[in-house]
């Protein structure tokens, strides 16, 4: 700005030295007067063209961005749909002119993919994704778009399938001896087996988490599922009722094991969400803490009381999940409580002639293993080696159910 000033002064004084020159001398008073006049109006002319100019060079900036955002997390995620959303954190200085989430297949989605459209307005919001297909995953961006273009907010990734509700524990592969020589003659020979890693349910499967499953597939109300029976609604310890059209676990009871369930209602429950029925071997590992093993004779001690609600403390009935110590791997209830299914078919010799890698029990058989012991029966039944088996149409008030996972 001072030079400019000086550029002035300098070509004013040059008009000075010119009229000078002019011989008049009576009206050199008037000119002087006249040139300071001017020279003040031409100073003030060069500075408001100045800042004019300084003021239009300010304009010429353009501050304007493309939105800032964050996609928000990923919920309610079904085999078909899923809910997102974005929390715009800077609109760029203009107006949003439209907003939502993007997704697809491939990273990276833009606009150009599948979008939700949430109008134009500045909030945040959420979008419901649909039309997806079950098992696949995708990538989800949230998007906001103003005169300068549109932003995306960091990238999210789901697979679209049922999620499990319940915790997981994972069980590192590993090698072990399964069975036992303290107990039944079908606990022997011990035999040295070998495991892929696998997560298993920290809990049994409680009432309102199996009442959720009946409704979501649209079981009968009266417990069965294509003609096959899920649950017995006539059981004698049945703890889910059937009101108004819904299942629904009975008042205080939610977070209890669910009881009564056959094996291919709990078949279905685990590959509901994803998994499968353990195989016995993967129980046992589990039971017996897996590579953290202790040994112990029940799930997690020698003392059954610390770690089991068994027919010495229960009081003559099931407890709420996880209220007993959990065993070396962080795993609640293995022993008591309720007994659980497995995937293998029953064999009393088969620890004679069991495969060493992955053993997935006899190709076929009567009754399905039954593991862990329960709430009433001998303490001797909730011993990390026991083994027992039901038909798997059977249901008792004894015994539940835990899924595992393989990724
Ligand atoms: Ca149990
Ligand atoms: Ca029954």
Not at 129 to 149: C, D, P
């Amino acid at each position: 700005m001072f030079g400019r000033f000086v550029y002035v002064n300098k070509h004013t004084s040059m008009f000075t030295h010119t009229l000078a020159k002019i011989k008049d001398r009576k009206s050199m008073t008037t000119l002087k007067i006249s040139l300071t006049i001017m020279k003040k109006s031409i100073l003030i002319l060069f500075t408001v063209v100045f800042l004019t100019s300084c003021s239009k060079d300010d304009d010429l900036v353009d501050n304007t961005t493309v939105p800032t955002l964050t996609t928000l997390a990923i919920t309610e995620i079904t085999p078909t749909s899923a809910t997102s959303g974005g929390d715009i954190t800077d609109a760029g200085g203009a107006d949003i002119t439209a907003k939502g989430v993007c997704w697809n297949t491939s990273p990276s989605p833009t606009i150009l993919d599948f979008t939700t459209d949430e109008g134009n307005n500045p909030s945040n919001y959420t979008s419901s994704i649909s039309g997806l297909i079950v098992n696949t995953t995708y990538y989800v961006r949230a998007y906001a778009t103003n005169s300068k273009g549109t932003g995306y907010g960091n990238e999210l990734e789901f697979t679209a399938k049922n999620v499990f509700p319940g915790e997981k524990v994972t069980v590192a592969g590993g090698a072990f001896q399964m069975g036992s020589t303290a107990g039944r003659t079908n606990e022997s020979p011990i035999h040295g087996v070998t495991l892929s890693q696998f997560s298993i349910s920290k809990y049994e499967i409680t009432n309102v988490q199996y009442a959720t499953f009946m409704n979501d597939i649209g079981a009968n109300g009266n417990g069965s599922f294509n003609g096959v029976e899920y649950l017995d609604m006539a059981g004698v310890g049945v703890q889910i009722s059937h009101t108004s059209g819904d299942f629904i676990a009975n008042s205080g009871k939610e977070n209890y094991p669910v009881i009564e369930v056959s094996w291919f209602g709990a078949k279905a429950y685990a590959e509901y969400y994803g998994g499968r029925l353990p195989t016995e071997a993967e129980w046992e590992f589990a039971a017996k803490g897996g590579n953290s093993s202790s040994g112990y004779i029940y799930s997690g001690s020698n003392t059954l009381d610390d770690v089991a609600w068994s027919t010495a403390n229960s009081g003559g009935t099931t407890h709420p999940i996880g209220t007993k110590n959990a065993n070396e791997l962080g795993i609640h209830d293995m022993s008591g409580n309720v007994w659980e299914w497995t995937n293998d078919w029953f064999g009393s010799d088969y620890y004679g002639s069991s495969p060493s890698d992955d053993p997935q029990g006899l190709t076929s058989g009567i009754r399905r293993v039954n593991r862990g012991g329960s709430w009433n029966g001998s303490v001797s039944y909730s011993r990390v080696a026991y083994r027992n088996g039901s038909n798997p149409v059977n249901t008792y008030e004894n015994l539940g159910f835990r899924p595992v996972f393989v990724p």
